[in-house]
């Protein structure tokens, strides 16, 4: 659900400043590069080590800055 919300905002011209997953989370307050992160993340198997964003611990994820929020976790 994520990954799919975050292209759909990606594509109508939205920022995403931050994502996570079951591996850890990554950001950038410029927003991240969607189609790129989705590349990493499907080569590699999560979002770390994302080379245009700096990593950081998925708990902290819902404290960061945003004008919308997100939550979108498997069911």
Do not use: K, M, T, Y
Request: net charge negative.
């Amino acid at each position: 659900v994520g990954s799919w919300a975050a292209r759909l905002v990606h594509e109508a011209g939205g920022r995403v400043v931050a994502v996570s997953d079951v591996g850890g989370a990554v950001r950038n307050p410029a927003g991240l590069d969607i189609p790129a992160l989705a590349a990493h993340a499907a080569a590699g198997g999560g979002v770390s080590g994302f080379p245009d964003g700096q990593g950081f611990a998925a708990a902290e994820l819902l404290a960061e800055p945003c004008d919308v929020l997100i939550p979108a976790a498997l069911g």
